[in-house]
């Protein structure tokens, strides 16, 4: 199953969800229930603890229903179940905006699947995000994006970037200095890495 895909649609600022009918399997976590309804889109599985979506369950959707007081957030408990049932391809809906904190958690929560094999995307209308372990991507070149590289973890080791206005060459990042914030595009862009979580933002400039 690792090369199909799961859809997450969490409870962040609201955002279309372009390209979720290629996905197969989707979860709702709480709000994203709201939205995913609003979208006319019917989740597989439905994830939460009840505190930002108060309305009825659909009875065909499966619930996995989660305490109030509890370690995992809903987002991390969407992950884990997508990890435990065999995928390690996600995207994450809605999860950036509304509360920083839950933004951080959101980000810290696709870490953790980077570190369990997965490659992690999120996707809005202004910002697209990657989180992965180490691996070689390529990126096309987008007009009026910034590409921006920092570390998930204590540092990025043998980082390799091409076709960019500032290229590296079996570089480290580490998260403590933001060097890899606002690189430019000259090209198709290739990013590879031997070690680490790499978080990759893709944002609309202006």
């Not at 609201?14 to 989707?26: K, M, W």
């Not at 989180?131 to 998930?152: A, D, E, H, Q, Y």
């Not at 290739?190 to 979580?197: D, K, L, N, Q, R």
Request: proline fraction near 4%.
């Amino acid at each position: 199953m690792s090369n199909k895909l799961c859809a997450i649609i969490s409870g962040g600022d609201f955002s279309p969800l372009c390209g979720i009918e290629n996905s197969d399997f989707v979860i709702a976590c709480d709000k994203g229930l709201e939205y995913a309804l609003k979208c006319s889109v019917k989740p597989d599985l439905f994830v939460g603890d009840g505190d930002s979506f108060s309305g009825e369950v659909p009875p065909d959707i499966k619930k996995l229903a989660l305490p109030r007081k509890k370690d995992d957030t809903d987002t991390l408990a969407a992950v884990r179940y997508a990890l435990k049932s065999g995928f390690r391809d996600i995207t994450l809906y809605c999860a950036l905006g509304g509360r920083l904190d839950h933004t951080v958690a959101n980000i810290q929560s696709a870490a953790f699947a980077a570190e369990n094999g997965a490659f992690v995307r999120f996707c809005d209308e202004k910002n697209t995000l990657y989180v992965t372990g180490p691996r070689r991507i390529t990126l096309n070149k987008r007009k009026g994006c910034s590409l921006s590289l920092f570390s998930l973890g204590d540092r990025l080791c043998g980082v390799t970037v091409s076709g960019a206005e500032y290229p590296l060459e079996n570089a480290e990042l580490t998260n403590v200095f933001p060097v890899g914030v606002s690189n430019e595009w000259k090209d198709d862009v290739e990013i590879s890495f031997s070690e680490g979580t790499m978080l990759i933002v893709l944002s609309v400039i202006g």
